[in-house]
């Protein structure tokens, strides 16, 4: 039997029971930079993975590229091999009163995607681990973060209900948004609902934590200096609240 995993082709002592999962797969060099000892795992398609010590506790992490479908699947194949928590580091729409810059913490999300479908019933709660959330407030109360921690919604077809493409989309999504926001809906992203709501189902716990890096309903977004030092504030929040979570046997 073959005791690695499918698409990242990896066993139980390339992996740590912790994992940051990003979307982009530059990020993870963002990851590593802070890492002793990183060493890479992955390569295919657009998953690209590291593992490596972050003061002195051991730490994955890995990218997916963009939505739900792949994320599950590196979250199944890294549970599969040992890990017990992860934490979605990725990029948000803003909505709301949530400003370019800030970091969302998600403790629940609205589930608009399908992936979350096949593992769990339609009315199942797409919800933060309880310790992931104590976690972040600690870690971004001390750090002096701009932050927020609430509701983000997650969807499948980004042109189709996030972002026009095309302008007789654009009164169909603005109405959405708009909805969402007058329900107190943060954020919305393609992954969180299924990381948060998948994550029982296969024996781990999971959290969300991402950079508001585009407005969702006035389209303005972060370039140059501001996303670098953005994705800087994320990388190191993700790694001090990984960090910081308690694991039995670690």
Do not use: K
């Not at 740590?16 to 590593?32: C, H, T, Y």
Request: with cysteine; charged share 25%.
């Amino acid at each position: 039997m073959n005791d690695r995993t499918w698409y990242l082709g990896v066993g139980p002592d390339a992996v740590a029971d912790r994992a940051i999962l990003v979307g982009d797969p530059a990020r993870v060099d963002l990851f590593a930079e802070r890492l002793e000892g990183p060493v890479e795992f992955g390569g295919e398609r657009a998953l690209r993975g590291v593992t490596g010590s972050y003061r002195g506790t051991r730490v994955s992490v890995c990218s997916f590229g963009m939505g739900a479908p792949i994320a599950v699947i590196v979250m199944e194949e890294l549970a599969q091999v040992g890990t017990r928590a992860f934490l979605r580091a990725g990029t948000v729409l803003s909505l709301g009163d949530v400003a370019l810059g800030d970091l969302v913490m998600a403790h629940a999300a609205l589930r608009g995607e399908s992936t979350s479908a096949s593992y769990v019933p339609a009315g199942y709660p797409a919800a933060a681990d309880p310790e992931l959330l104590t976690c972040a407030r600690s870690v971004l109360d001390r750090s002096g973060e701009r932050y927020r921690i609430g509701v983000v919604a997650t969807f499948d077809a980004f042109y189709v209900e996030l972002l026009a493409a095309r302008p007789e989309r654009a009164e169909h999504i603005s109405r959405r948004l708009e909805q969402l926001r007058g329900l107190g809906v943060l954020a919305a992203d393609m992954e969180t609902s299924a990381v948060l709501a998948v994550a029982p189902a296969i024996g781990a716990r999971a959290g969300s934590l991402c950079l508001a890096s585009v407005e969702g309903i006035g389209r303005n977004r972060l370039n140059g200096d501001e996303r670098r030092d953005g994705e800087e504030r994320l990388t190191t929040a993700a790694l001090d609240i990984i960090l910081e979570l308690h694991l039995e046997g670690s």
